[in-house]
């Protein structure tokens, strides 16, 4: 037998009204939020495995960002770079000038004028710091500014002021690359074969044979002698243009690589984001739906609540 009573009726109809409620709440909340629920609770077993995608997400996120530095740092490399190359090709132009002239009145002037562009591209910065100076991005590399300084420098080796550590970046999972290089670094070999020079030892060569009387000055008609010594400068010059060109090679692999593994960082986002979404997103169908039928359920279960008011057992006993 079944007992039946006011109170029990009015609970049973209390907890139904406010099921329904709870049920328009949350489907409220994933139609505003366009989420299954708000927090880790709402996901219930979901949760570790949502969890450790976001971890993962959040990783590749990181290396997303360190590749757009990174690349924004060899782009900044690549013009400078570029600078210093296209300086002493014209360099080499200068000098061949000469040569096929019979003419040294403005080399000087060229020369001078192409060392402050090396100068300059040694001393490129980018996000305020130096890029050719290794870790000490806060000092210029180099502390010569033009022809004159380097002539009177004690040595080449006294001109250059960076440090001896490389800018080394982890842009994937056990994967980190040297994006750097430094200021003493831009050398050529010598006709020799063996012998190591900074490409500023050519200025400071040219501008010491122009300072010695006994060789000097190139100005005007060159002697013989001076046609064959700028003959000998051609093939360091050329040695030296090669090797700055190969630096901005290994730059410009180093961007393309770059931008590989940036394609494949954004690719395995967009797969994390996706597998996330799966687990995340709200069906906004399901969702509408099961919206209009709590608003229903609620109207429905306010309305037993109203008519219980109107109905006492005491009528059933009279």
Do not use: C
């Not at 961007?255 to 797969?271: F, G, N, P, V, W």
Request: aromatic share 4%.
């Amino acid at each position: 037998m079944t007992r039946v009573s006011t109170t029990g009726n009015y609970q049973s109809a209390l907890l139904n009204l406010m099921a329904a409620q709870q049920q328009q709440e949350n489907a409220s909340n994933r139609l505003s939020t366009r989420k299954v629920a708000t927090d880790l609770t709402g996901f219930g077993r979901s949760s570790e495995t949502l969890t450790a995608l976001k971890g993962a997400e959040s990783r590749v996120q990181g290396f997303l960002d360190t590749g757009e530095v990174v690349t924004a740092r060899l782009e900044a490399q690549d013009l400078a770079l570029t600078q210093i190359a296209d300086a002493l090709t014209a360099v080499r132009e200068a000098v061949g000038g000469v040569l096929a002239s019979d003419s040294a009145t403005t080399l000087m002037l060229d020369i001078a004028g192409q060392f402050q562009n090396v100068s300059n591209g040694l001393n490129a910065r980018h996000q305020g710091g130096y890029l050719f100076s290794g870790a000490d991005t806060t000092n210029a590399p180099v502390l010569v500014g033009n022809l004159s300084d380097l002539a009177a420098a004690a040595s080449v080796a006294a001109t250059l002021n960076n440090d001896s550590i490389k800018p080394v970046s982890r842009v994937a999972e056990n994967t980190s690359v040297e994006t750097g290089y430094l200021a003493d670094g831009f050398t050529f070999i010598e006709d020799d074969g063996v012998t190591e020079s900074h490409i500023f030892q050519i200025f400071r060569d040219i501008r010491a044979y122009n300072d010695n009387p006994a060789t000097g000055p190139l100005t005007g008609k060159p002697t013989e002698a001076q046609k064959a010594w700028l003959t000998d400068q051609l093939s360091r010059i050329d040695a030296a243009v090669k090797s700055t060109v190969d630096t901005a090679s290994r730059n410009g692999s180093l961007q393309k690589r770059m931008e590989q593994i940036q394609t494949s960082h954004e690719a395995q986002k967009l797969s994390l984001d996706e597998l996330v979404a799966e687990r995340t997103d709200a069906d906004m169908a399901k969702a509408v739906t099961d919206l209009e039928l709590s608003q229903i359920a609620v109207q429905a279960s306010a309305q037993v609540v109203s008519q219980l008011r109107e109905v006492s057992l005491l009528n059933y006993l009279r």
